[in-house]
């Protein structure tokens, strides 16, 4: 298992390495001169020199590189720009509320995938089954900005069930409170999981439904229950492994959500960040997502395995 | 996906097909064999492709202003869909901007596919170290979700349709790719690759003939549903920002301007927010649909 686990990191610090060398690159695709994007047209020349040298603009793109990827990984991701703060801890405690907002959201999209691909596969053909084919594939489909303004006006402005944006109420800080703010935005996030969640279950409860293990547990005279049991312990691995990547892809995928409820995010960090033109704030936000994305990816694996020996073979 | 689709070679074809007069392939594809939600997608999306195309003859101009009648709901005389807080007509607005949308939709697809396959059919002919260092670097681009590769990149370019358009792009490669590797992988190891590779077929005569025809119907049922991602994705873009600039009609930039005055006038945002629902699903269902078609010959 230790070595399994030690192949997997293995295997991922190449990719964050490539995705530390992506995120820089985007920063130097930024048109026009930073110099005088700090300075303004009219700096003198030695003032420029002193910034560009300040900066590490003189050095060669590969070393400039390194030394940013020193800086990040000691946790030195720069200052904002529009907020004159140092970026780690904003981007930390904006991560930390995503990390929330995730959490429910992927409570809720495992429990209702799990009911519409078990509810598919029991009568396929069947009424409901077929509805419930039907949600699932509407429900990957359905835009989160489209779906968090229908319930922004039907849930929320019209009907005051739910508080229309923010993650606390002023004055407040429950958990109650923040249970309340959650739901409209995580169920949201939720609808996609959701139905990809259901989607891979539904298909590999069938296949497991075909095998022969399931025919001789039937022939020996098991109840339906216990079959089942032991078809859905078998699912178990590989619902892990989806669901950890779905929720995996929430982490960056929040944006739209973020912005329209108003939650202090990563998401809304960096859209905030976009129209400030704030890069730092930027890449810092787009390469605590994907470094996430990726250690989420190795526990998922290792967790798979720790499951499912066959894998540790492998 | 399954291998009985894609193993309708010259070899396989049923007997079934030849009778109706139809090659297997075509029997398989044809509209005659499409369920009820094929066929309801299909006509909205041609409804609304239509109504991009012929824009301008059906509504007036998008811009013109009128703020002594501004924030109309819907159901205002002379605009049926109401107006928004310039008072332009909300109708003319959604016909026009159709266009937008479905561009930023489309292209990245359709050159992502191109550029996609190739390299993934590469990645899937070539063998060994290239085919790993190939997937190693895909695997990098994997690592971030795709929204959010596609904000980095738009937001380091500056907004603009042209940069949304090839920030989506890249965002698509990866996937495509892989994809395209998974097929021909499997294909690779197919008698009649093999026959044709020992009977002397060149490598390039081997990918036109042999390959391509065959990752290409997987490819394109998995590149329509990509259309209806992408189309939500671009007028997302559009929603931050970072696509075109504000007299343009565009929907998702639609939601963002009504978004502020979702409580006085809640029904305008969701105009444009439905409009990009429904594509956005009609796309799904027509890519799940033509997944299944695939998917049923046995």
Redesign the interface.
């Known amino acids: 298992m230790l070595r399994f686990l030690l192949k997997r990191i293995a295997y991922g610090l190449p990719i964050l390495f490539g995705v530390s060398i992506l995120t820089f690159a985007t920063v130097k695709m930024v048109p026009g001169d930073p110099v005088a994007a700090i300075l303004g047209p009219n700096a003198t020349p030695q003032a420029r020199a002193a910034v560009t040298r300040q900066m590490g603009l003189d050095r060669s793109i590969p070393t400039q590189y390194f030394r940013w990827l020193w800086h990040c990984v000691q946790g030195n991701f720069g200052t904002s720009i529009a907020k004159q703060q140092p970026v780690l801890p904003l981007v930390m405690n904006a991560f930390a509320h995503t990390l929330i907002l995730t959490a429910f959201a992927g409570v809720m999209a495992v429990a209702a995938g799990l009911a519409l691909g078990g509810i598919g596969v029991r009568r396929p053909g069947g009424a409901a089954a077929r509805i419930c084919d039907g949600l699932s594939v509407l429900a990957t489909s359905l835009p989160q900005y489209s779906v968090a303004l229908v319930l922004v006006v039907f849930a929320a402005s019209r009907t005051g069930w739910f508080p229309v944006q923010g993650m606390h109420s002023i004055g407040s800080s429950g958990f109650a409170d923040l249970a309340h703010h959650v739901v409209l935005p995580a169920v949201c996030a939720a609808l996609i999981p959701a139905g990809v969640i259901a989607r891979m279950f539904r298909s590999a409860l069938a296949e497991e439904l075909t095998k022969e293990s399931v025919l001789s547990m039937r022939a020996r005279g098991l109840s339906e229950r216990r079959c089942m049991r032991h078809v859905i312990h078998n699912t178990m691995p590989s619902l892990l492994t989806i669901a950890g990547l779905q929720i995996g892809y929430l982490l960056g995928g929040v944006v739209f959500i973020e912005t329209i409820f108003a939650w202090p995010g990563t998401g809304q960090l960096v859209y905030q960040a976009i129209s400030q033109r704030d890069m730092p704030v930027i890449q810092a936000g787009v390469l605590v997502s994907a470094v996430a994305f990726v250690v989420i990816n190795i526990v998922v694996d290792a967790a798979h395995a720790a499951l499912d020996p066959r894998i540790r073979a492998a | 996906m399954t291998e009985t689709t894609l193993a309708a070679g010259p070899l396989t074809a049923p007997a079934t097909g030849r009778a109706a007069g139809l090659t297997h392939r075509r029997m398989q594809w044809s509209v005659r064999r499409w369920p009820w ?1 094929l066929r309801i997608s299909a006509a909205v999306l041609v409804l609304i492709v239509g109504a991009a195309l012929i824009a301008p003859f059906l509504v007036d101009d998008p811009d013109a202003m009128n703020v002594a009648n501004r924030l109309r709901g819907i159901g205002t005389a002379g605009h049926i869909l109401g107006t928004d807080a310039l008072g332009r007509d909300m109708l003319a607005r959604m016909v026009d901007g159709t266009r937008v949308t479905l561009i930023a939709g489309l292209l990245p697809v359709a050159i992502a596919t191109v550029v996609g396959s190739g390299i993934g059919i590469c990645a899937g002919l070539a063998r060994g170290r290239t085919h790993s260092v190939i997937m ?2 895909l ?3 994997y ?6 590769l596609a ?3 738009a ?4 907004s603009g349709i042209t940069n949304v358009i090839a920030a989506l792009t890249v965002a698509f490669i990866p996937p495509i790719a892989r994809v395209a590797d998974t097929e021909t992988l499997r294909l690779r190891h197919m008698d009649f690759v093999e026959a044709a590779e020992a009977s002397g077929a060149t490598r390039s005569t081997i990918v036109v003939r042999q390959v391509l025809p065959n990752v290409a119907p997987p490819l394109l049922v998995y590149c329509t ?1 990509l259309v ?1 991602v992408s189309i ?1 994705y671009a ?2 873009l559009s ?4 696509s075109v600039a504000p007299p343009s009609p565009e929907w998702g930039l639609m ?1 963002s301007d009504l ?1 502020q005055f ?2 006085s006038k ?1 029904e305008l ?2 105009i444009p ?2 409009a ?2 429904l594509v ?2 009609a ?3 027509l890519g ?1 649909g033509l997944r299944k078609l695939g998917r049923v010959t046995r």
């Open positions: 939600d190693r670097i695997d990098v681009f690592a971030f979700p795709a929204v959010l904000i980095a990149i937001a380091a370019l500056g549903a209806g939500v007028a997302g929603f931050l920002g970072l939601i978004r979702i409580s809640p945002a969701l927010a439905v990009i629902l956005s699903v796309f799904n269902v799940e």
